[in-house]
Protein backbone atom coordinates (compact mmCIF):
# COMPACT_ATOMS: atom_id res chain seq x y z
CA UNK A 1 0.00 0.00 0.00
CA UNK A 2 0.92 3.75 -0.85
CA UNK A 3 0.91 6.10 1.17
CA UNK A 4 0.85 9.93 -0.09
CA UNK A 5 1.35 12.84 2.09
CA UNK A 6 0.53 16.23 0.43
CA UNK A 7 1.57 19.86 2.45
CA UNK A 8 2.00 23.67 1.26
CA UNK A 9 -1.39 24.28 0.92
CA UNK A 10 -2.87 27.56 2.22
CA UNK A 11 -4.52 31.47 1.27
CA UNK A 12 -2.51 33.41 -1.11
CA UNK A 13 -3.36 36.68 -2.81
CA UNK A 14 -3.99 36.74 -6.33
CA UNK A 15 -0.36 36.96 -8.71
CA UNK A 16 1.50 34.92 -5.58
CA UNK A 17 3.30 31.74 -5.37
CA UNK A 18 2.94 28.17 -3.26
CA UNK A 19 5.00 25.73 -3.47
CA UNK A 20 2.99 21.98 -3.13
CA UNK A 21 4.34 18.64 -2.37
CA UNK A 22 3.64 15.03 -2.31
CA UNK A 23 5.56 12.89 -0.71
CA UNK A 24 4.74 8.60 -1.63
CA UNK A 25 5.96 6.02 0.32
CA UNK A 26 7.53 2.52 -1.54
CA UNK A 27 11.07 2.92 -3.77
CA UNK A 28 10.08 5.35 -6.95
CA UNK A 29 11.44 3.02 -9.01
CA UNK A 30 7.90 1.07 -8.81
CA UNK A 31 5.97 4.07 -9.48
CA UNK A 32 4.75 4.60 -13.00
CA UNK A 33 3.25 8.35 -12.47
CA UNK A 34 2.56 10.75 -9.91
CA UNK A 35 0.80 13.82 -10.50
CA UNK A 36 -1.59 16.76 -9.06
CA UNK A 37 -5.22 17.44 -10.01
CA UNK A 38 -7.34 19.49 -8.49
CA UNK A 39 -10.81 20.08 -7.59
CA UNK A 40 -12.75 23.38 -6.83
CA UNK A 41 -16.84 23.35 -5.38
CA UNK A 42 -19.22 22.30 -7.59
CA UNK A 43 -16.76 21.14 -10.26
CA UNK A 44 -15.06 17.93 -11.52
CA UNK A 45 -11.83 16.97 -10.27
CA UNK A 46 -8.80 17.59 -13.05
CA UNK A 47 -5.60 17.50 -14.29
CA UNK A 48 -3.42 20.08 -13.53
CA UNK A 49 0.03 18.28 -14.13
CA UNK A 50 1.83 14.93 -13.87
CA UNK A 51 5.24 13.60 -14.69
CA UNK A 52 5.65 10.05 -15.69
CA UNK A 53 8.53 7.84 -14.64
CA UNK A 54 10.96 8.98 -17.08
CA UNK A 55 10.84 12.46 -16.98
CA UNK A 56 8.07 13.33 -18.82
CA UNK A 57 5.09 15.87 -18.07
CA UNK A 58 1.71 17.47 -19.02
CA UNK A 59 -0.19 20.26 -17.84
CA UNK A 60 -3.57 21.07 -17.47
CA UNK A 61 -4.30 23.81 -20.67
CA UNK A 62 -5.40 26.79 -17.23
CA UNK A 63 -1.90 26.46 -15.81
CA UNK A 64 0.32 26.24 -18.66
CA UNK A 65 2.99 28.90 -18.53
CA UNK A 66 2.45 29.56 -14.48
CA UNK A 67 2.58 26.08 -12.67
CA UNK A 68 5.63 23.54 -12.50
CA UNK A 69 5.84 19.96 -11.94
CA UNK A 70 9.57 18.66 -10.96
CA UNK A 71 10.25 15.84 -8.53
CA UNK A 72 13.08 14.33 -6.36
CA UNK A 73 13.93 10.90 -6.67
CA UNK A 74 16.09 10.76 -3.69
CA UNK A 75 13.00 11.69 -1.71
CA UNK A 76 10.24 10.02 -3.61
CA UNK A 77 8.62 13.57 -3.94
CA UNK A 78 7.48 15.30 -6.68
CA UNK A 79 6.46 19.16 -6.17
CA UNK A 80 3.86 21.79 -7.80
CA UNK A 81 5.54 24.93 -7.98
CA UNK A 82 2.10 27.51 -8.57
CA UNK A 83 3.22 31.11 -9.59
CA UNK A 84 0.97 33.91 -10.86
CA UNK A 85 -2.01 32.33 -8.95
CA UNK A 86 -5.44 33.53 -9.72
CA UNK A 87 -9.02 33.38 -8.03
CA UNK A 88 -10.16 30.68 -10.32
CA UNK A 89 -6.77 28.06 -9.21
CA UNK A 90 -8.68 28.14 -5.66
CA UNK A 91 -9.62 24.59 -4.86
CA UNK A 92 -8.52 21.24 -3.11
CA UNK A 93 -5.03 19.88 -4.67
CA UNK A 94 -4.62 16.23 -4.74
CA UNK A 95 -1.57 13.99 -5.40
CA UNK A 96 -2.13 11.04 -7.48
CA UNK A 97 0.07 8.36 -7.45
CA UNK A 98 -0.13 5.11 -9.57
CA UNK A 99 2.18 2.22 -8.56
CA UNK A 100 1.83 -1.27 -10.08
CA UNK A 101 -1.35 0.24 -11.74
CA UNK A 102 -2.86 1.00 -8.58
CA UNK A 103 -4.00 4.28 -7.48
CA UNK A 104 -3.58 6.17 -4.68
CA UNK A 105 -4.84 9.66 -3.80
CA UNK A 106 -3.98 12.28 -1.29
CA UNK A 107 -6.08 13.41 1.48
CA UNK A 108 -5.96 16.71 -0.75
CA UNK A 109 -4.46 19.72 0.26
CA UNK A 110 -6.50 23.29 0.40
CA UNK A 111 -5.25 26.44 -2.03
CA UNK A 112 -7.65 29.83 -1.85
CA UNK A 113 -6.68 32.64 -3.65
CA UNK A 114 -7.97 35.83 -2.65
CA UNK A 115 -7.25 39.08 -1.95
Known amino acids: QVHVVESGGGLVQPGGSLRLSCAAS????????MGWYRQASGKERELVAQ???????NYGDSVKGRFTISRDTAKNTVYLQMNNLKPEDTAVYYC?????????WGQGTQVTVSS
Open 51 to 57: IITGGSS
Open 26 to 33: GSYFSISA
Open 96 to 104: KVIRYGVTT
